[in-house]
């Protein structure tokens, strides 16, 4: 296990032991409104993402905007390619959905 998972926001009383399976958890943002502050966040996203790879992870996880904002810098640092982890509540697990956004979504 040589990736990272990279939570996009600290959500306080979130279990993120389950997603300890796919690497260490890097958590990216602080909690609270980082979105309105776009220069500061983005900022903080590309350097915290510079060595984002088809190794790595993304949790969804906080503030859409900052959601977003990660997705995006994520997918330009490993050329339009991202592994995010979906939780399956029937399965009580993460699934990994692999997106290239060059060309569709990949079944994992």
Do not use: C, H
Not at 12 to 30: D, I, K, S, T, W
Not at 71 to 93: P, S, Y
Request: net charge positive; aromatic share 6%; no cysteine.
């Amino acid at each position: 296990m040589s990736g990272k998972v990279y939570v996009v926001q600290e959500t306080p009383g979130r279990n993120l032991v389950p997603a300890l399976q796919y690497g260490e958890v890097e958590v990216l943002l602080p909690p609270g409104q980082v979105a309105f502050s776009s220069v500061p966040t983005v900022r903080r996203l590309n350097m915290n993402l510079r060595k984002f790879s088809d190794d790595d992870y993304l949790l969804m996880m906080g503030d859409p905007v900052a959601i977003a904002m990660a997705g995006a810098v994520a997918a330009r640092v490993n050329g339009g390619r991202m592994n995010i982890l979906k939780w399956d509540k029937q399965e009580r697990r993460y699934l990994v959905v692999k997106v290239d956004l060059n060309g569709g979504t990949i079944d994992a």
